[in-house]
């Protein structure tokens, strides 16, 4: 079993950053992605963006981040991080860290139904 917390969220100005820290811990060695998705008020759980375990460190972003986030890993204190750089109002939501133990393709890493263990969520509000 693995076990989630995430931290980081914040009332932020549009323009602004903030950094997403997800600690994992329990059996990650069975890990075979981590995520980040998202939740508004009224919206769908979006994929924002994910990192496979291992050393070939490959990372994926929805189209709506690419280019503003960037997910990272450190292995040696079990951390998978989300840089968020220049949010704007519509990324406000609850954002959720994920992991999944089954393979996935890469159409399948931002999609919520691949990844069985779920943190409690951070709030991140972006004030226009």
């Known amino acids: 079993q693995v076990q989630l917390v995430e931290s980081g969220g914040a009332l932020v100005q549009s323009g602004g950053s903030l950094r997403l820290s997800c600690a994992r811990s329990?059996?990650?060695?069975?890990?075979?992605?981590t995520a980040w998705f998202r939740q508004a008020p009224g919206k769908e759980r979006e994929g924002v963006s994910g990192?496979?375990?291992?050393?070939?460190?490959?990372?994926y972003y929805s189209p709506s981040v690419r280019g503003r986030f960037i997910i990272s890993r450190d292995d040696d204190k079990n951390m998978v991080h989300l840089q968020m750089n220049d949010l704007k109002a519509e990324d406000t939501a609850t954002y959720f860290c994920?992991?999944?133990?089954?393979?996935?393709?890469?159409?399948?890493?931002?999609?919520?139904?691949?990844?069985?263990?779920w943190g409690q969520g951070t709030q991140v509000t972006v004030s226009s």
């Open positions: 994920a992991t999944g133990t089954r393979s996935m393709t890469i159409a399948g890493v931002l999609e919520a139904e691949n990844y069985n263990t």
């Open positions: 329990g059996r990650t060695r069975d890990v075979f992605a």
């Open positions: 990192i496979l375990n291992g050393r070939n460190v490959q990372k």
